[in-house]
Structures are given as structure tokens and as C-alpha cells.
């Protein structure tokens, strides 16, 4: 593995960002985290986003009284960035579908489809959902004959003359390559899924609109009076951004797309056809995420029942949230929270957890007056199976890592139980030299999920001037407060 290319979806400009984004992106900002660590800070690229246009964003703008659609995503692009930067996301390039050289690379890229005799014009007739940005077949559609995902009005009956993609004339050689883990799917339930779609056949698809439908796009290349289909464009930005930041190689190295499983279809047929048509290397894994519910119930913007990241950073702080999240990680299903859940694995594992260990043996150490060894390096990795994590985190397993993380915590504080160092100080030197570097060693190794609290630890212990190894242990408080 020499480079490392990571991308989350880009999240549609129509409203602010909900706990399904912020889960991707946490998972996106804890690989980027963890493969900077192992193959250096250079050779990992992470990207994340917006999708500005296509109707939904155009009936947002106007919904919200703007009449320059590009006034409305400036907006929200302020919002989301903010909101990223607040939650400590460590992105390496903000996509933004607006940007002239994307349009451009967009353009040049339709070009070369059109050059290798794959698209034509033809008609379609069917639903369309404004909501998903799709033309929805007979699978999309739930018993009722609607979206499953969005309200009854999104759906609109359109008949229209579009331009085609031949996804008919890829998706075998696609199957082929899923089959063969060419392109890698995780997990496995998502990958039978998308095979045994394929394997019901494939028709082409439309990918452009009539202009006079929707204005807000970039115009198809030679044809003013049709625009290109929002998700063609949105899927070029995975290879966009790279040509606008000059980092070309990167995908050739190792380049994982993260998504959720509702654009799956999107991301791992349609898109490596499009780059098979225009004869581009394809990219080596997705990893499809569940959805995560909010007590029993889908969370979606046109539901209303979306719970904000904000509530999340202002109740459990920057770590906190990261590992409520990251912890309910919906792996092969979809996973179920509430506030009550994330407030009580909070006080167990975060503030009674790793907090309440910290101040205890802190206060020990501070007490004793002795120097401690402070050295990381020493010795220590035999308590934790490092390639464990590693293979875990390969897998998308985030979810599994922190089960292994609570581990260690329940493990330590049972060693603290049982030693009772506070009733012997003077006999306790060793002991408390052993739990003070396990659990900064933990620190250390789980910093891709508690980066902040690392940093803390860094500065606390003085760990970031190397000299020093050996030296007075100050009482460390209040890593995870208790929640009021
Ligand atoms: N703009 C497209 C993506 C284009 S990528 C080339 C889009 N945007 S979105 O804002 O609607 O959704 C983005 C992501 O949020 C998707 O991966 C979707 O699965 C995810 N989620 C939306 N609701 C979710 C949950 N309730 N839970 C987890 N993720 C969910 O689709």
C-alpha cells in the first residue's frame, strides 16, 4: 500500500448536515487518521464535500427566497465546511460541483463517452424522484409504487428526451469484477446485493435532463438545450478533485470510496462503467454503510426527524462524538440509536471509562512525587494485538474497534480494582508505572479515533519534546466530563 485515496460521498447543498453525513465523514477523517500514521502524512488524500447542483438543490434555493441558486450553495457551503472544521475533520481537498475546473474536467470526460460511441439520445419515460436525483426503476419503488425514501410529492412522472450511457454494454464486465473482488465491496452482504442486481440485467441509463426542466447543471457538451444528470457529475468529482489538485497518482495507489447503501448502485455499477467507457483505471474498495436510525425510525431531511452533529459536539464534545458514532457504525445492518443510548455509553466507557482511569492514576503518580518512564516506545506491544486492529480497520470494522478499545478499558480498571495501589503508595511504584504507559500507550494507538485527547495527553505529559522520557506525573482531569 503506498498511497491512500479515501472519499466520502458529496452530501447534497439543500440543507444542513445531519448524523448520516457526519457518520461517513468520521469514518472517512478516522481511516485518513490511521493510514497517515502508518504510511505518512504525503500519501494519504482524503476528500469530502458538497453536491451543488441538481433539482433538489435548485427548489432549496428558491424554497429559502434566493433567485441566484449560486448564492443559496456559497451559503451553505460556508455552513458545511464550518461544521467540518468544528469537528476536527481532517479533509485534504473540500469538493465543491460549482467549480469551473470541475465543470470543465466534467465536460472533457463527457466527451470521451460520446468519442467511444457509448451514449446516444432516446426517450425516457418513467418516475423520477427529485429527492434521490434518480430515475427510479420497478426495484426502486415500495409496495406502494413510491420512494422509500422520500415524500409522495418528490415523485414526478417525467417523459423527456435524454441522452444515454450504454450501462448495459459494462455491467457484465462490472459483475465480472465484483465477482473476481477486483473492485473490493464490503461488506460481503452489500456485494451479494449488487450481484444478484446484477445479475437481473441492466438497461441503460439516462444522463442528462432537458435544460428548460432544470436550469441548474452543467450543460452538455455540444447540446445547449440539455443538461448533465446531477449524479454523472457528482461521481466525476472522485477524479476531479485529484486533477485540480494535481495528485493524479493518487488513484493509482489504493483508493476506497465510503457510502451509504441507498447509492450503492450508483457507486459501484454505474461509476466504474463510466470509467471502464472512458477507459480510466477503476477504483480498488467501497465500503457500504447501514443507515442509522433515530429510535426505530429512518432519519431523513424530508422525515424531519434528523438529529443535528451540533447536538451531538455540544453534549459529548469533539472525541465523544466521534466514538458514540463510530461505535454504532451500521456494518452489515442498518443500527438503531437514541440520545439515552449515546448518553449512557458515554458515562461507561468515556467518563467512568478511560476519564474517570486517567484522573485516578494521575493522582496516584501525583501523589507518589516520583518520576515516571515516559516512553512509549518501550515494550508495550504485546498487550494490545496491534494487527488485530489493523485487519479490523482494513474490513471498515470501526465498530469492532471500539468493542476491542472497551476491552482494554474494562481490563484496566479491574487491574486497578484488584491492586488497590492508593491503600499501599510506596509498594505501588511499579504498578502504577506499568498502568500509566498502558494507558497512554492506548492513547497512542487509538489516536485515529480520539485525536484530540491525544493531543491533550501530548501536551500534558510534555510528550512532543523527545528528550525527556522520564519525568513528574501532573493530575490529568476532566478528559470526558460528566454530562449534566
Ligand atoms: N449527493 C449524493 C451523493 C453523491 S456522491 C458522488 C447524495 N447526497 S446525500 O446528502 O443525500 O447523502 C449522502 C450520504 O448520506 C449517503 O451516503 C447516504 O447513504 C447517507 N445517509 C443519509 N441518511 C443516512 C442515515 N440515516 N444513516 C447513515 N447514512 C445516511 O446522496
Known amino acids: 500500500m503506498d498511497t491512500v485515496y479515501i472519499t466520502t460521498p458529496i452530501y447534497y447543498a439543500n440543507g444542513s448536515p445531519h448524523l448520516g453525513h457526519f457518520l461517513t465523514t468520521t469514518l472517512a477523517d478516522s481511516l485518513a487518521r490511521y493510514y497517515r500514521n502508518k504510511v505518512g502524512e504525503e500519501n494519504v488524500f482524503f476528500t469530502t464535500g458538497l453536491d451543488e447542483h441538481g433539482t433538489n438543490v435548485e427548489q432549496a434555493a428558491l424554497k429559502a427566497g434566493f433567485d441566484n441558486t449560486k448564492d443559496y450553495v456559497d451559503l451553505r457551503f460556508k455552513e458545511w465546511k464550518k461544521m467540518f472544521e468544528e469537528s476536527n475533520i481532517s479533509y485534504n481537498y473540500f469538493v465543491r460541483t460549482t467549480n469551473p475546473k470541475h465543470k470543465t474536467f466534467v465536460k472533457?470526460?463527457?466527451?470521451?463517452?460520446?468519442?467511444?460511441?457509448?451514449?446516444?439520445?432516446?426517450?425516457?419515460?418513467?418516475?423520477?424522484?427529485?429527492?434521490?436525483?434518480?430515475?427510479?426503476?420497478?426495484?426502486?419503488?415500495?409496495?406502494?409504487?413510491?420512494?422509500?425514501?422520500?415524500?409522495?410529492?418528490?415523485?414526478?412522472?417525467?417523459?423527456?428526451?435524454?441522452?444515454?450511457?450504454?450501462?448495459?454494454?459494462?455491467?457484465?464486465?462490472?459483475?465480472?469484477?465484483?465477482?473476481?473482488?477486483?473492485?473490493?465491496?464490503?461488506?460481503?452482504?452489500?456485494?451479494?446485493?449488487?450481484?444478484?442486481?446484477?445479475?437481473?440485467?441492466?438497461?441503460?441509463?439516462?444522463?442528462?435532463?432537458?435544460?428548460?426542466?432544470?436550469?441548474?447543471?452543467?450543460?452538455?457538451?455540444?447540446?445547449?438545450?440539455?443538461?448533465?444528470?446531477?449524479?454523472?457529475?457528482?461521481?466525476l468529482n472522485y477524479i476531479s478533485s485529484l486533477s485540480i489538485n494535481k495528485k493524479e497518482y493518487f488513484w493509482r495507489g489504493h483508493t476506497v470510496h465510503?457510502?451509504?447503501k441507498d447509492i450503492s448502485w450508483f457507486h459501484n455499477v454505474i461509476w466504474p462503467s463510466l470509467l471502464l467507457s472512458a477507459k480510466k483505471n477503476l477504483f480498488k474498495e467501497s465500503f457500504v454503510h447501514g443507515f442509522l436510525n433515530v429510535g426505530g425510525q429512518k432519519m431523513s431531511k424530508s422525515l424531519g426527524n434528523v438529529i443535528t452533529p451540533d447536538?451531538?459536539?455540544?453534549?459529548?464534545?469533539?472525541?465523544?462524538?466521534?466514538?458514540?458514532?463510530?461505535?454504532?457504525?451500521?456494518?452489515?445492518?442498518?443500527?438503531?440509536?437514541?440520545?439515552?443510548?449515546?448518553?449512557?455509553?458515554?458515562?461507561?466507557?468515556?467518563?467512568?471509562?478511560?476519564?474517570?482511569?486517567?484522573?485516578?492514576?494521575?493522582?496516584?503518580?501525583?501523589?507518589?512525587?516520583?518520576?515516571?518512564?515516559?516512553?512509549?516506545?518501550?515494550?508495550?506491544?504485546?498487550?494490545?494485538?496491534?494487527?488485530?486492529?489493523?485487519?479490523?480497520?482494513k474490513e471498515y470494522r470501526l465498530q469492532d474497534v471500539c468493542f476491542l478499545f472497551e476491552d482494554q478499558i474494562s481490563f484496566l480498571d479491574k487491574e486497578l480494582q484488584k491492586a488497590k495501589p492508593w491503600e499501599n503508595l510506596d509498594d505501588s511504584y511499579d504498578f502504577l508505572q506499568d498502568i500509566l504507559l498502558h494507558l497512554l500507550f492506548l492513547i497512542n494507538t487509538f489516536n485515529?479515533?480520539?485525536?484530540?485527547?491525544?493531543?491533550?495527553?501530548?501536551?500534558?505529559?510534555?510528550?512532543?519534546?523527545?528528550?525527556?522520557?522520564?519525568?513528574?506525573?501532573?493530575?490529568?482531569?476532566?478528559?470526558?466530563?460528566?454530562?449534566?
Not at 429527492?131 to 422520500?150: A, I, N, Q, V, Y
Not at 465523544?320 to 457504525?329: C, E, K, N, P
Not at 440520545?339 to 449512557?344: E, G, R, S, T
Not at 528528550?467 to 454530562?483: A, D, E, I, S, W
Request: charged share 25%; net charge positive.
Open 108 to 235: 472533457k470526460f463527457i466527451l470521451q463517452l460520446f468519442k467511444n460511441k457509448d451514449i446516444y439520445k432516446s426517450y425516457y419515460s418513467g418516475k423520477y424522484c427529485n429527492g434521490c436525483e434518480k430515475f427510479l426503476t420497478k426495484s426502486d419503488l415500495d409496495d406502494r409504487g413510491l420512494c422509500p425514501l422520500h415524500r409522495k410529492d418528490q415523485v414526478v412522472e417525467v417523459k423527456e428526451e435524454n441522452y444515454f450511457f450504454k450501462l448495459s454494454k459494462y455491467a457484465p464486465q462490472v459483475a465480472e469484477l465484483i465477482n473476481q473482488n477486483k473492485i473490493k465491496i464490503f461488506p460481503e452482504n452489500k456485494r451479494k446485493e449488487l450481484l444478484s442486481r446484477l445479475d437481473q440485467g441492466v438497461e441503460d441509463i439516462s444522463i442528462s435532463r432537458p435544460k428548460e426542466k432544470i436550469s441548474w447543471g452543467i450543460e452538455f457538451p455540444n447540446d445547449p438545450n440539455q443538461v448533465i444528470y446531477v449524479w454523472v457529475e457528482a461521481l
Open 311 to 393: 447536538h451531538l459536539l455540544k453534549r459529548y464534545g469533539l472525541d465523544g462524538s466521534r466514538y458514540l458514532i463510530l461505535s454504532s457504525l451500521p456494518y452489515q445492518n442498518d443500527s438503531d440509536v437514541t440520545m439515552d443510548y449515546f448518553d449512557n455509553k458515554y458515562m461507561s466507557i468515556l467518563s467512568n471509562g478511560l476519564g474517570n482511569l486517567v484522573s485516578r492514576v494521575t493522582k496516584l503518580c501525583e501523589i507518589t512525587k516520583k518520576t515516571y518512564n515516559l516512553n512509549l516506545t518501550s515494550s508495550l506491544q504485546n498487550r494490545l494485538d496491534l494487527q488485530k486492529i489493523d485487519s479490523l480497520v
Open 258 to 260: 465510503l457510502l451509504g
Open 448 to 484: 485515529f479515533i480520539f485525536p484530540k485527547t491525544y493531543e491533550r495527553i501530548l501536551l500534558h505529559f510534555n510528550l512532543l519534546s523527545k528528550q525527556k522520557t522520564k519525568n513528574y506525573v501532573g493530575h490529568l482531569t476532566n478528559l470526558f466530563p460528566r454530562l449534566s
